[in-house]
């Protein structure tokens, strides 16, 4: 048993693209079998023909948009010799979910098959019409604006896509480390940042914040000193509040410890050093 996250990656193509359909669901399979405990990752392959329930009430699209669309996190999406019935507002039902999938922010990988045509594929007008629009939308009439991949064989897509499916992958890891280690690097006070950055660059033999003692004149109380410069600059309750304020997170923290050798003053520790905005 392991813990991971898991991402649906949903297939969208006309009704052309049948073999590309088995094989996509296949890798992701293997994909999983092979990286899934590893990399605490697994994949949920998600299509219309073996994902969407019966539902009557809505149009054909509007149920695969609820259903699909709206809880897949990547889209592959696959074009043949087909472009694919329009739906109530696009060309084709495939074309929809790309431009709302890309509406969303969210990543596509688009294939276009480029291999040898067999005679069966275009032995219709409507085929025809069809392969034609196709091929307007692939020169640039289309709402994807990124890089598109071509395959010529159904090897030649299991091939890609398994290649693309592991880079991807690998991607969305790191990304999803990074991210987990900024929530973990705690968001600084002002006075926490000031003290760290003076600290930081200051000559070696002044690196410590003194306890500063003042018993004489109109003021008598404290306040501190890093390096040759006394804190806070304009002296009041707010300022020192900010200054005191900032010197506790960062002991808090173990970024800033007690000097052993003089108690009234502090110094970074190895974690404060290394520390970074």
């Known amino acids: 048993m392991f813990s991971a996250m898991c991402f649906n990656i949903m297939l969208s193509c006309p009704s052309d693209v049948s073999e590309e359909k088995e094989i996509f669901i296949k890798?992701?399979?293997?994909?999983?079998?092979?990286?899934?405990?590893?990399?605490?990752?697994?994949?949920?392959?998600?299509?219309?023909?073996?994902?969407?329930?019966?539902?009557?009430?809505?149009?054909?699209?509007?149920?695969?948009?609820?259903q699909l669309l709206e809880k897949a996190d990547i889209l592959v999406a696959v074009f043949r010799m087909r472009m694919g019935s329009p739906t109530n507002d696009y060309i084709s039902g495939t074309v929809e979910e790309i431009s709302k999938f890309i509406e969303k922010g969210k990543k596509v990988l688009l294939y276009y098959y480029n291999g040898l045509i067999e005679q069966s594929e275009i032995d219709s007008s409507e085929k025809i019409e069809q392969y034609k629009i196709l091929q307007k939308f692939k020169a640039g009439n289309t709402p994807y604006k990124g890089v598109y991949n071509e395959y010529n064989s159904a090897k030649d897509f299991s091939d890609k896509f398994s290649e693309h499916l592991q880079r991807l992958m690998i991607d969305i890891k790191n990304t999803n480390n990074i991210e987990k280690n900024n929530k973990n690097i705690p968001?600084?006070?002002?006075?926490?940042?000031?003290?760290?950055?003076?600290?930081?660059?200051?000559?070696?033999?002044?690196?410590?914040?003194?306890?500063?003692?003042?018993?004489?004149?109109?003021?008598?109380?404290?306040?501190?000193q890093i390096g040759v410069e006394e804190f806070p600059k304009i002296y009041n309750r707010e300022n020192m509040a900010e200054f005191e304020d900032g010197k506790e997170q960062l002991l808090e923290l173990g970024l800033l410890k007690i000097n052993s050798t003089r108690k009234d003053s502090w110094i970074l520790t190895s974690k404060g050093y290394s520390y970074k905005f």
């Open 187 to 224: 968001i600084l006070n002002s006075g926490a940042r000031l003290i760290l950055e003076k600290l930081k660059n200051i000559p070696d033999d002044e690196d410590q914040i003194l306890l500063k003692m003042h018993n004489s004149g109109s003021f008598i109380g404290y306040s501190y």
């Open 27 to 66: 890798n992701i399979h293997e994909w999983n079998s092979i990286n899934a405990e590893d990399k605490q990752i697994v994949i949920i392959p998600m299509d219309w023909e073996n994902t969407v329930y019966p539902s009557s009430g809505e149009y054909p699209q509007e149920v695969i948009n609820k």
